[in-house]
């Protein structure tokens, strides 16, 4: 038997078989054949590309990611553009640091069930690494076109300025504030965070380094933030940098971020006009003035309240309320 596996584009091709008395070497591949050539397109970052494939096909995409961009939070999003809604239209694979698409195809990351006719993948500020990557789109039982972006999320927040960002299901998106010289006295650091769209399962601050769901350490959280939510989390005492993981829920999110530093007894210079919650002057009013919300002022989170916590769901939620 003989079989031949589409690519990206419809072949025409002839075969002819002819009867032999030995084999002469072991068959390998023609990898002069078979394999990516110019089938690949390179990807803009920041920029949609569209495309459609056949039934069983692939569609392949690369991207590289320099030295100045790999400190940033990168978003691999595929979008299928058909009328009906099929979650298992699609089948999305990221190859990372690869120098092509190997012939038996083992992508690092893959994401086969679509949530809004989106299949996302994520790599977090710590994940992602200076090289080149490939992405590759396969149909399953039905032709799709489809919208591919490769984006980048941007970590660093400057004091005072809005950084817009995504969040992928079940994934990290890491952001953080560094003193500079202007406000090095300043020894907290308020974010502000707006989500236009999708859902935020988690919300985690920490001082030195980025926060995880296993940390034991003073942190701020809050559970399933949805779309049309405003919140602000302080986080106190950060003497050099202070970060902010956002986990996404069942659907990808869109935000905007902002910090500032300030001492207790300054009054925030945010406008307030996309934060719903009150202004909080201080870490310590902050605590007292906020049901739920556990900061870097109020102590640590024991193992117990930690298991609940990664549980999630209605039982975490209850716990936390029953906490504070």
């Given at each position: 038997f003989?079989s031949?596996?589409?690519?990206s584009?419809?072949?025409h091709?002839?075969i002819?078989?002819?009867v032999?008395?030995?084999?002469?070497?072991v068959f390998?591949h023609d990898?002069?054949?078979?394999g990516?050539?110019s089938?690949?397109t390179?990807?803009?970052?920041g920029?949609?590309?569209?495309?459609s494939?056949?039934?069983?096909?692939y569609v392949?995409?690369?991207?590289?990611i320099?030295?100045e961009?790999e400190?940033?939070?990168?978003?691999?999003?595929v979008?299928?553009?058909?009328?009906n809604?099929?979650p298992?239209?699609l089948?999305?694979g990221l190859?990372?640091n690869?120098s092509?698409?190997?012939?038996?195809?083992?992508?690092?990351?893959?994401?086969?069930t679509a949530?809004?006719?989106l299949?996302?993948?994520?790599?977090?500020?710590?994940?992602?690494?200076?090289?080149?990557?490939?992405?590759?789109v396969?149909?399953?039982?039905?032709?799709?076109r489809f919208?591919?972006?490769?984006?980048?999320?941007?970590?660093?927040?400057?004091?005072?300025?809005y950084?817009?960002?995504?969040?992928?299901?079940?994934?990290w998106?890491?952001?953080f504030?560094?003193h500079?010289?202007?406000d090095?006295?300043?020894?907290?650091?308020?974010?502000?965070?707006?989500?236009?769209?999708?859902?935020?399962?988690?919300?985690?601050?920490?001082?030195k380094?980025p926060?995880?769901?296993?940390?034991?350490?003073?942190?701020?959280f809050?559970?399933?933030l949805?779309?049309a939510?405003?919140?602000?989390v302080d986080?106190?005492?950060?003497?050099?940098?202070?970060y902010?993981?956002?986990?996404?829920?069942?659907?990808v999110?869109?935000?905007?971020i902002?910090?500032e530093?300030?001492?207790?007894?300054?009054n925030?210079?945010?406008?307030?006009?996309l934060l719903?919650?009150?202004?909080?002057?201080t870490?310590e009013e902050?605590?007292a003035s906020?049901?739920g919300y556990i900061?870097s002022?109020?102590?640590?989170?024991?193992e117990?309240q930690?298991?609940?916590f990664?549980v999630?769901?209605?039982?975490?939620?209850?716990?936390?309320h029953m906490?504070?």
């Amino acid at each position: 038997f003989l079989s031949l596996l589409g690519g990206s584009k419809c072949t025409h091709y002839a075969i002819r078989a002819r009867v032999i008395n030995s084999c002469e070497h072991v068959f390998s591949h023609d990898t002069s054949l078979v394999g990516m050539g110019s089938t690949v397109t390179e990807l803009a970052i920041g920029k949609h590309t569209y495309g459609s494939c056949r039934p069983n096909s692939y569609v392949d995409y690369s991207f590289t990611i320099s030295a100045e961009l790999e400190v940033n939070n990168l978003v691999l999003e595929v979008e299928d553009l058909n009328s009906n809604n099929d979650p298992s239209s699609l089948v999305l694979g990221l190859y990372s640091n690869k120098s092509s698409i190997p012939q038996v195809r083992d992508p690092d990351v893959q994401v086969d069930t679509a949530r809004s006719k989106l299949y996302t993948i994520s790599l977090d500020y710590v994940q992602l690494r200076e090289g080149q990557y490939f992405a590759s789109v396969r149909c399953t039982t039905e032709p799709v076109r489809f919208r591919i972006t490769a984006a980048l999320v941007t970590s660093e927040i400057l004091d005072r300025q809005y950084v817009p960002g995504s969040v992928a299901p079940n994934e990290w998106t890491f952001h953080f504030y560094q003193h500079s010289a202007d406000d090095v006295d300043k020894h907290n650091v308020r974010f502000h965070i707006t989500i236009y769209f999708g859902e935020v399962y988690m919300v985690l601050a920490r001082k030195k380094s980025p926060p995880g769901f296993a940390i034991r350490q003073k942190n701020e959280f809050m559970l399933k933030l949805d779309g049309a939510t405003s919140i602000s989390v302080d986080l106190c005492d950060v003497s050099e940098r202070g970060y902010l993981g956002l986990h996404g829920g069942e659907v990808v999110s869109q935000y905007s971020i902002y910090a500032e530093a300030y001492n207790p007894g300054d009054n925030s210079s945010y406008d307030g006009s996309l934060l719903a919650s009150e202004s909080h002057s201080t870490c310590e009013e902050y605590v007292a003035s906020t049901p739920g919300y556990i900061t870097s002022a109020a102590g640590s989170l024991s193992e117990f309240q930690s298991f609940f916590f990664l549980v999630g769901g209605l039982a975490s939620a209850f716990l936390l309320h029953m906490v504070d």
